[in-house]
């Protein structure tokens, strides 16, 4: 099961590094050059090197763990609250609620992580509610908190896919597994589940400072005014055909977004198998555990009932009986 | 390993499970979409053909379970405050498993005793820090409204308000009343009928 790459991730070595994450556009062409470039059109959707695993913190009793090539991350479920009335919303479902929190040592930068916080937070609740049967636990609070421990791209939707995992181990209800991808585009390639580095390329271009990057590739794309540029992550329920969440960024062309929505949904199709097999095996474990604590506690049964038996030779179990006199107030009647 | 899966039926949360039919009944983890039943739990499956010409499935989850107090079930709590009208309670037991947090309980008055329901005084029935055994009526808003109006239902493990350090549960001595094995102390309170286990299977 274990399939990880072991590759030592470049965002963790230092400043040195994480100043090149602050590369100014025009370095960030440099790095495009430098990038290995997929094919313009990607033929092998699959998802990165993924290692799942169920119920790894022993103290609570939903959890998950998963490494999405680089990227690492730990969700907790903890058990269900009850509103406290000041933020009791009048309705007939529970409340959902996700936190995502960076380990210190997950990024280097760390002015902007209160905000990344908040922003994963509740887009993570959105793709999160309609997975789970939120009718069984009416007036009750459900916490789903989220752990990045290492930040390689694609955070939003590896953690949509280790909570999904995290849920279900924690046996709250949920009409489906969930799955989800990330896929953008940049420069006419398609990236499939982009790096840190990649999504990084992308947000300087999205905030305006990548208008160089355009004015210097506009001999080459003069047709074009504006070059499509933008990431696509798609949260999708199969058995249903239903799509959780899908957020967008950037510019696209609706064929583009179509294109790369399709490509999320393949690599969602084949990570969704991955989760079951996870999932069955866990499934099969408890199972077994379950069936030996039954075998133990059958011949403790046993003895039990043995004792019992030599008490009630002893005329023990009259004392007993004699010992609960009937209530008074039945009596009168 | 054929012989072996015709025993467990493995599923997973949007597993399609069956066909919905009249005779067919929805159990514990299992939702119905579209004229399907669909399992909404990982765990096993179970087909339960006890009942007369219907068939209930059910998804058991081994493992761990987020158990949440439900209308009917028996829980144990504990005594947190006594007013007039009600005691607080804190739940941290559903039937036989125990809770990891504990939720909000409040038994009134009037659901304290079956039978003369008038002169019942809460004082004498409950004392902050008492372990009762109780049955969920209701989920109001913040909290399980709880009762205690049966024979089996009341006060189990109550210690003497004036005990010391080295503290001894009190013995019951009747339905009202429970005393202290070593001060000889009398004190109301609301007591349960504890059965023993031994008469139990033999009901069953």
């Known amino acids: ?333 | 390993m054929s012989g072996q899966e015709d025993e467990t039926i493995v599923c997973l949360p949007g597993e399609r499970l069956c066909p919905t039919e009249d005779n067919i009944v929805l159990g514990v983890g299992t939702y119905e979409q579209n004229g399907y039943i669909y399992a909404s739990k990982s765990g096993i499956v179970n087909i339960d053909e006890s009942g007369e010409n219907c068939q209930i499935v059910s998804v058991h989850k081994p493992g761990f379970h987020l158990t949440i107090p439900a209308t009917g079930d028996v829980v144990t709590a504990r005594v947190l405050v006594t007013t007039p009208k009600f005691a607080k309670c804190a739940i941290f037991c559903v039937r036989n498993v125990l809770l990891e947090s504990s939720y909000r309980g409040l038994l009134r008055k009037e659901d304290v005793r079956e039978t003369e329901k008038d002169r019942v005084d809460i004082y004498k029935s409950f004392k902050p820090g008492d372990v009762i055994l109780a049955r969920v009526i209701n989920q109001m808003e913040q909290s399980f409204l709880l009762t205690t109006a049966e024979n089996e239902l009341g006060v189990v493990i109550a210690y003497a308000s004036d005990a010391r350090k080295n503290r001894v549960p009190m013995v019951p001595v009747g339905w009202s009343e429970m005393q202290c094995p070593q001060t000889t102390i009398k004190e109301p309170r609301k007591v349960a009928k504890v059965l023993p286990e031994s008469s139990i299977n033999d009901v069953k």
């Open chain 1, 1 to 333: 099961m274990l399939r990880v790459t072991q590759v030592k991730n470049s965002l963790l070595d230092g400043a040195s590094i994480a100043e090149e994450l602050y590369s100014t556009p025009q370095d960030g062409d440099n790095f495009f050059e430098s990038l290995e470039k997929p094919a313009k059109e990607p033929e092998n959707l699959a998802p990165r090197n993924t290692f799942i695993r169920a119920g790894v913190v022993t103290t609570v009793r939903g959890s998950a763990y998963m490494e999405y090539g680089n990227t690492k991350v730990l969700a907790i479920v903890s058990p269900p609250k009850e509103l406290i009335r000041a933020s009791a919303r009048r309705m007939n479902m529970g409340v959902l609620n996700c936190y995502v929190n960076f380990a210190a040592f997950a990024t280097g930068e760390l002015e902007s992580v209160p905000e990344r916080e908040r922003l994963l937070s509740s887009m993570l609740t959105k793709a999160m509610e309609p997975v789970v049967c939120r009718t069984e636990f009416l007036n009750f609070q459900l916490d789903v908190r989220v752990l990045i421990l290492d930040d390689d791209g694609c955070l939003l939707s590896t953690a949509i896919n280790c909570c999904g995992v995290a849920l279900v181990e924690s046996g709250i209800s949920t009409y489906d597994l969930i799955t989800a991808s990330t896929a953008c585009i940049y420069r006419d390639h398609v990236f499939l589940n982009p790096s840190a580095k990649m999504e990084e390329l992308l947000w300087k271009h999205r905030t305006g400072t990548g208008t160089s990057t355009g004015s210097d590739s506009k001999d080459n794309t003069s047709t074009k005014s504006v070059q499509e540029h933008g990431l696509i992550i798609t949260a999708s329920l199969d058995t249903f055909e239903q799509i959780a969440q899908c957020q967008q960024c950037g510019y696209l062309s609706p064929e583009t977004y179509m294109k790369l929505m399709d490509y999320t949904l393949a690599i969602n199709k084949s990570l969704r198998q991955l989760v079951k097999g996870v999932l069955t095996a866990r499934v099969r474990e408890q199972h077994e555990l379950d069936l030996r604590e039954k075998a133990e506690s059958a011949l403790e049964d046993q003895r039990l009932a043995e004792v019992i038996e030599r008490l009630k030779l002893r005329g023990l179990d009259e004392f007993i009986q004699s010992n609960i006199k009937e209530d008074p107030y039945v009596k009168k009647q």
